[in-house]
């Protein structure tokens, strides 16, 4: 199976492919549209053995987003949306 690798860095897909092989016993994935019901993002369902939802506080959570939007660079990508 060939999945497209997806960076925060570049808030795109990398054209590189990755695979995952009969090999490979244990695969993590993470993400937020992992446990989405609609469009392609249904069929992980039949993928995978097991999903998993971490419950965090949102407001834990928050800050966990804006800091990793200020260190990949991503949250001077979204200033300049909001000036324009």
């Keep these: ?3 497209k690798y997806y960076t925060g ?3 795109s897909f990398l054209a590189r492919r990755r695979y995952v092989f009969d090999r490979h016993r244990i695969v993590l ?3 937020n549209y992992l446990l989405c019901k609609f469009d ?3 069929e ?3 993928l ?3 999903r998993w ?3 965090v506080d949102i407001d834990i959570s928050m800050q966990r987003v804006l800091k990793r939007h ?3 660079g991503i949250i001077h990508y979204l200033l300049c949306l909001l000036i324009v």
């Design 48 to 50: 995978v053995d097991e």
């Design 53 to 55: 939802f971490v419950d």
């Design 29 to 31: 994935v993470e993400g």
């Design 1 to 3: 199976m060939t999945y």
């Design 9 to 11: 860095m570049a808030r």
């Design 70 to 72: 200020i260190a990949t």
């Design 44 to 46: 992980i369902e039949h």
């Design 40 to 42: 392609e993002w249904a």
